[in-house]
């Protein structure tokens, strides 16, 4: 048996279906590993770096487990932040596609009361930050009672944001006889502890690599005093003109004063760090991934678990003070088999925090002296050609799939006494749509929506307006499928 591909693992037909259509065809070691002990009811605890595919590891098993008729949740994700809570959210809405899996994304600055609204439909799985999960659970906004799998990810960052006994209070919160799931870059003895007296005889994974910096990342250094930063950076565009590059910097401040430069200059860029709103933030991400600008300026707040492909070129503008970080942040490049390049700015206090780097990695990162004037020259002409040329749009894997389905409005909703019931009954009464060509269906207070899959979207909005439904005629139209 091959057990890097996804037909030797006994996965149902739609699970297969949504991960071929995202071009998932070949799996990780750690998804190797992980995916037939989740698949069997076994409690693991994961070691492994950033960018192994540890999302899909439990991603795909717990989509294939989920039974789609139950109403409360069978999943619950806990994850440091609220960007990768989208992320997760998304990676398991499109792994769940064809199956009709509904998943919830929770977290901290955005409306509480949306996302109650949304946990009072049927839900299969609720990713959140802890604070929030926590908050939604003594609210009683969802039910506990049906929780077959936890998902701890990401565990040694949660540790490092004093999210641990939080995650203890809800782990106390769900039915004993759950399957927990663990994932941990690295694993601090508090995280050990838990694992001790939470976890039932758990099965170990380390997936290992011998320098796992290294393997796809071209790093060096730039010996540079801080007030020519700048300059450096300028130049470096003009010697590298990457398609896309991320900036990381320490601070916030940093941020924007390195962005406020760039955006004077004239390059396509965008900023990102915790002090900007929530939408804001996830907002950026989305119009990354897909292209609309170049260069992103930002803090930690991306170097860890946000999965973005092909970004060619990452530079560390700041040193960053923990050797973690620089491996989260360069992990950002060499993703899915691409090669990258890492730069990293030294100053002359800087080189104690670069040592400290080395032995983490365990690798002497090279110096590179400062480009010369007539390199400088020479990149700069071809650079300012293309200066005012928007790179290539990316299309997203959600928007991929989406591409197959249409997103249908429908005028009435709960206060109607409208149920999804009603809304199957009528669509499955068109002549050439049946049960499996409907996707989701939302009912919310005043309205519904409804996905239509197998590409029947113009089918069911030629013939759903003259169809009745609850024996009344709704008025119905096509919506875009939300963007977060």
Partial sequence: MDNRSVA???????????LKSIGFETLTEVQQQAIPLILHDKDIIVKSQTGSGKTAAFAIPLC??????????QVLVLTPTRELAVQIKQDIANIGRFKKIRCAAVYGKHPIEFQKR???????AIVGTPGRTYDHIERKNFILDEIRYLVIDEADKMLDMGFIEQIEAIIKMLPPNRVTL?????????????CDKYMRNPEKIEVKSENPTTDKIDQYFYEVDEENKSSLLNNIFYIQRPESCIVFCNT?????AVFSKMKHNGYLCSSLHGGMEQRERLMTIQKFKRGEFRFLIATDVVARGIHI???????????????????????????????????????PRDHRFLTEIEEYVQYKIPKRELPTLEEVESGKRIFEKSRNVKPKRKQDVSEYLNKGITRVRINAGKKTKMR?????????????????????IDVQDTCSYVEILGGKGELVLDALPTTKIKGKLQSIREVGHPSL
């Avoid at 949304?118 to 299969?124: F, G, I, N, P």
């Avoid at 002549?431 to 409907?438: H, Q, R, T, Y």
């Fill in 118 to 124: 949304e946990l009072k439909q049927r839900v299969h």
């Fill in 64 to 73: 294939e487990k989920m039974e789609i008729e139950q109403k409360n949740p």
């Fill in 252 to 256: 916030r401040e940093q941020v924007d």
């Fill in 420 to 440: 999804p019931g009603d809304i199957m009954g009528a669509l499955t009464s068109i002549s050439g749509v049946d049960a499996g060509d409907v996707g989701i």
């Fill in 182 to 194: 663990l994932f941990s870059a690295t694993m601090p003895e508090k995280i050990v502890a838990i």
């Fill in 309 to 347: 492909d092909d970004i060619a070129l990452i530079i560390n503008y700041d040193v960053p003070m923990e050797s973690e970080s620089y491996v989260h942040r360069i992990g950002r490049t060499g993703r899915a088999g691409n090669e990258g390049t890492a730069l990293t700015f030294v100053t």
């Fill in 8 to 18: 030797s693992y006994g996965l149902g037909e739609e699970i297969v279906k949504a």
